[in-house]
């Protein structure tokens, strides 16, 4: 069973609001990864990590900034957020991308974002 | 970013009955997996395969990946309602990151 949490699971705001998505694992996993998931799309790649101090934006283009500051945690923010962000945030993190099972990833619960 | 299809995108049936959904892409995958999502919840392996060919397992979940390593099915068998969910394959290529098909909704009707 995998040791991910999301919090908050559920989030209605106003635009505007600055907003800090928290993950954190408990696996020591190195890498770590924020989807954007819509109803009936797949799933985005936002950001990830390869480790502390590092972060790389993903495919899918977004306002969103995170950090990895500990090998647990990667917080993502949203400075000022739209109802353009209203959406189903995904964290997810692996042991690595070597080996031949390559890069299974655990998934925290979400966050639904709701901006009005 | 590549692209992964899934077929259906949704899928309805009787308890008792078999389904088979699919996962293709143009490109050849380094290895594949496939999830499973219930409402509210974050994705769940089920399993991976990185062998062309290779058939894996699970239950009454049969799950093969093509020969060329660019389509794989799953296959449930007697289906149960405990089997409804977003069923997503998700693929690597070259490189780290997994590309991930829109899903098949299945829902196993009582």
């Known amino acids: 069973e995998a040791d991910i949490y999301q919090t908050p699971r559920y989030l209605v705001i106003g635009t505007g609001k600055k907003i800090t998505l928290e993950c954190s694992q408990t696996m020591g996993h190195d890498k770590m990864y924020w989807y954007q998931q819509d109803p009936g799309m797949e799933l985005h790649l936002i950001h990830y990590s390869y480790g502390v101090n590092s972060t790389e934006k993903g495919d899918l283009s977004s306002e969103s900034t995170v950090s990895r500051i500990r090998t647990e945690h990667f917080p993502l923010t949203l400075e000022s957020a739209r109802p353009s962000h209203t959406s189903q945030y995904l964290c997810?993190?692996?042991?690595?991308?070597?080996?031949?099972?390559?890069?299974?990833?655990?998934f925290g619960a979400g966050t639904r974002l709701s901006v009005l | 970013t590549q692209l992964l299809e899934q077929s259906p995108q949704f899928l309805s049936i009787q308890e008792g009955e078999n389904l088979t959904v699919y996962c293709n892409s143009s490109s050849v995958f380094s290895s594949l997996q496939w999830y499973r999502q219930e409402p509210g919840e974050g994705p769940v392996l089920l399993v991976t395969?990185?062998?062309?060919?290779e058939v894996k397992k699970l239950k009454r979940l049969t799950f093969q990946f093509g020969d060329a390593r660019k389509d794989s099915s799953l296959h449930i068998t007697a289906a149960q309602p405990g089997d409804t969910g977003l069923y997503l394959c998700?693929?690597?290529?070259?490189?780290?990151?997994?590309?991930f098909g829109a899903g098949t909704t299945v829902t196993v009707r009582a």
């Open positions: 998700a693929g690597t290529f070259n490189d780290y990151k997994l590309s």
């Open positions: 997810a993190s692996s042991e690595g991308w070597t080996g031949k099972a390559k890069n299974i990833q655990y």
């Open positions: 395969v990185v062998t062309g060919g």
